[in-house]
């Protein structure tokens, strides 16, 4: 475990905090890891309903430390990646429950992708994000060939990859790659607000969601609409579905529990 990643809970929300301010949170292996194994906990306590990850410091993550002898020149890149970054994708985006990405700073390399494998990101007004992966004679990792050009499109997603330019907050938010950006001081404040608000949600059928919006990149028309069927079927017989409806019905909020 990375004592450069800190995790706590409150309430429903697992809070992971990337925490290498002096490095400009570059991601190690080891940390790769850390929110690796945090996230695989996630999904398997059904006390965590939503994830915040966030970093401390001036920037959120200056992407993968070069200095990290995984990484070093004549090593197998591909085991390393293997190793430590497509566990961690994967995990993230087969949580079956949200997780919301707050960017401050640069997110650079791996850790723009790592933003991007969130469900929803919020950024600071004065974020940027570069792929600069290629000022190093590299292609995008961490998911990035797979995520870019499902939020940027194709023509922007080949751009930012081959000239490794940095686009900040807003042309991120005009290009449909972020949920929304906030002045920088209030960025934690709307986070939090943001993941407390899922979390206060019917999980099974944010977690629904999450699964058939990236199930429906790969399959036909039919296809979804069975998955839909099917879905809302399971779906239906849960608590949160009765309890929706009966809160409807009487005028009140209604009580989630995740069932």
Not at 166 to 182: I, K, N, S
Request: hydrophobic share 50%; aromatic share 6%; glycine share 10%.
């Amino acid at each position: 475990m990375s004592d450069h990643v800190r995790i706590a809970r409150s309430g429903a929300v697992l809070h992971l905090t990337l925490h290498r301010p002096e490095k400009l949170n570059a991601l190690t292996t080891e940390m790769a890891g850390t929110l690796h194994a945090a996230l695989v906990d996630a999904a398997d306590d059904d006390g965590v309903r939503a994830v915040l990850l966030d970093a401390a410091g001036r920037a959120f993550c200056a992407g993968q430390d070069l200095s990290d002898p995984a990484v070093a020149p004549g090593a197998d890149l591909g085991a390393t990646i293997e190793r430590a970054y497509n566990p961690l994708i994967r995990a993230m985006r087969a949580l079956p429950k949200p997780i919301v990405a707050a960017v401050n700073g640069i997110a650079a390399g791996a850790g723009a992708n790592l933003a991007f494998a969130a469900d929803l990101v919020l950024a600071a007004r004065s974020a940027s994000f570069v792929e600069a992966f290629v000022r190093i004679g590299l292609m995008p990792d961490s998911g990035g060939t797979w995520m870019l050009p499902r939020v940027l499109g194709h023509a922007r997603a080949v751009g930012v990859a081959m000239l490794g330019e940095t686009f900040d907050a807003e042309r991120a938010l005009a290009w449909g790659a972020l949920w929304q950006v906030v002045d920088d001081e209030q960025l934690a404040a709307c986070a939090t607000e943001l993941v407390e608000r899922l979390a206060a949600m019917p999980t099974r059928a944010l977690g629904t969601i999450k699964r058939l919006m990236e199930a429906g990149w790969s399959k036909t028309l039919d296809a979804q609409l069975d998955a839909e069927r099917d879905a809302q079927r399971a779906l239906g017989g849960g608590f949160d579905f009765a309890e929706g409806v009966a809160a409807f019905s009487a005028k009140r909020p209604a009580r989630f529990d995740g069932r």
